[in-house]
């Protein structure tokens, strides 16, 4: 029996100068949370992933290790991971029809998405948080 794999998943790594604080207060706790639009924009974004799309508004897990256990970032700084658990292993399309893709994850591919993945996290963070080139340059493997 041979396996096909239909889906992967992206992981961004942050290191951030502080604690985030969230939009919705309920978030501020850390640990493991679940940026999203709801439902429905769940299932658009699995829907999207199903048919080769890079998904308009990716569902996003955050994953705060410092929320948990402090000792995981220098003092008074935060760590994150995203990740989005449903991208397409081979992007045919994009559902913005903005980043260009041939069915590979090239580094354009990767950089244009990841933008786009922290654009969605921002949507509920409140911290004003930037990203720096150095942290994703060296961390980033294509393949």
Same mark, same amino acid.
């Given at each position: ?6 889906? /992967? ?5 942050? %290191? ?8 919705? @207060?309920? $978030?501020?706790? !850390? /640990? ?8 429905? *924009? ?9 048919? !080769? ?13 410092? %929320? ?7 003092? !008074?700084?935060?760590? %994150? ?10 992007? @045919?399309?994009?559902?913005? %029809?903005?980043?260009? @893709?041939? !069915? ?16 969605? *996290? ?11 080139? $150095? ?7 294509? /393949?």
């Amino acid at each position: 029996m041979r396996t096909r794999y239909r889906r /992967g998943c992206l992981q961004i790594n942050l %290191a951030l100068s502080a604690r985030p604080t969230f939009a919705d @207060t309920r $978030l501020d706790g !850390g /640990g493991a949370v679940d940026l999203g639009g709801g439902v429905d *924009a769940l299932v658009a974004s699995v829907r999207q992933v199903e048919d !080769g799309l890079l998904p308009q508004h990716p569902s996003i897990s955050w994953h705060e290790p410092p %929320a948990l256990d402090p000792d995981r970032a220098p003092g !008074g700084q935060a760590v %994150a991971r995203l990740q989005v658990l449903d991208v397409p292993l081979r992007p @045919t399309g994009d559902a913005l %029809a903005v980043i260009g @893709t041939d !069915g590979t994850w090239t580094p354009d591919v990767v950089e244009k998405f990841t933008d786009r993945v922290i654009a969605e *996290a921002g949507k509920h963070v409140k911290t004003r948080w930037a990203r720096s080139p $150095l942290l994703v340059s060296g961390a980033t493997s294509f /393949g």
